[in-house]
């Protein structure tokens, strides 16, 4: 599905570090994780990311570390900081906040 | 151009317009999108698909630039204090060679009184021409040694205002001394833009990949 623009604001980051928050991950990775997760719902457009990851990882809210995968295949993980874990826990609230409140709202509407 | 060219350009047009600072950051970048590209598949029919769903490369390298702006603005101001510092330097240089005195006894090596209003001039004129550099006021960053018309001038110029400046304040000065004085202004100048372009260059290396 494509979605506004709007509404993608700001979620990249939040899906970013929500997967992180459970192991470290390459940028492809994330991006089919991040597929599977929605039930292929969720379809950013890809190129997208890497700005975010390097963002992220200036502002020191993520590590990486270049490792080999079995088929000698070099792939750039990253990892959360201790910033980035206190970030991502915050943004989660508040994603969760946000979105309950939405719901409550359309359900409000349709109801 | 086939699907793995069309990649491969790809990612040098995002490298390159990522402007990322370093030289390392650049060469991981460019590493990291062909990692991603080949996990993508080989196929030329995977290679198209990677391509669409990446998205624009307008939109990928603007989102790169945001991310590398605080590492290039650093750079940047210190291009402008590394221009100003080897600029001033120089022209200090220049300065002392012009106004060294060598004598006997405990003053063998010593400044001649115009030494001060010199360097100071010349500070003037370094931060003058690198204002003028960076601000794109392109009639005062020719490049002088290789306009003779311009060069000329600009001492003629130099050489007129030291006249008139101690004509004003009723002190004599040779007109030799005047020369020497302009030619040594003029140096200032010259050598001063000649550091500017280089650095110039030495910043777009660094920023272009």
């Known amino acids: 599905m494509d979605y506004d623009r709007e509404f993608l604001t700001g979620t990249v980051g939040v899906l970013i570090l929500s997967l992180l928050s459970e192991r470290a991950m390459y940028g492809y990775e994330i991006l089919q994780e991040a597929e599977r997760r929605s039930a292929r719902q969720f379809q950013m457009k890809e190129g997208t990311l890497y700005p975010a990851l390097h963002q992220m990882e200036r502002a020191g809210l993520l590590d990486a570390e270049w490792r080999e995968s079995e088929r000698g295949r070099a792939r750039k993980y990253y990892t959360l900081t201790a910033k980035g874990r206190r970030q991502a826990e915050s943004k989660r609230r508040q994603w969760e906040a946000i979105s309950a409140a939405v719901r409550a709202i359309l359900g409000g509407a349709h109801g | ?209």
Request: proline share 2%; hydrophobic share 55%; glycine share 6%.
């Open chain 2, 1 to 209: 151009m086939d699907e793995r060219q069309a990649v491969a350009a790809l990612i040098d047009r995002l490298v390159r317009e990522s402007r990322v600072g370093s030289r390392r950051a650049r060469a991981e970048l460019r590493r990291e999108l062909e990692s991603h590209f080949d996990e993508a598949g080989s196929s030329p029919e995977a290679l198209r698909a990677a391509m669409e769903r990446f998205g624009s490369a307008d939109a990928v390298s603007d989102g790169f630039r945001r991310a590398y702006r605080r590492g290039r603005v650093a750079l940047y101001v210190a291009k402008v204090v590394a221009s100003i510092v080897a600029s001033a330097a120089v022209a200090l240089a220049l300065q002392a060679a012009v106004n060294v005195r060598i004598g006997l006894g405990a003053d063998a090596l010593r400044l001649a009184p115009g030494y001060g209003i010199g360097a100071r001039t010349s500070m003037g004129i370094v931060l003058l021409i690198v204002a003028a550099w960076e601000l794109g006021i392109e009639p005062l960053c020719a490049r002088l040694e290789r306009r003779p018309v311009r060069l000329l001038t600009t001492l003629a110029a130099f050489f007129a205002v030291i006249c008139v400046t101690h004509l004003a304040t009723d002190s004599a000065i040779a007109p030799a001394h005047a020369l020497v004085a302009s030619a040594v202004l003029t140096a200032v100048w010259t050598s001063t833009i000649a550091i500017l372009s280089r650095l110039d260059v030495a910043f777009l290396n660094r920023l272009g990949g």
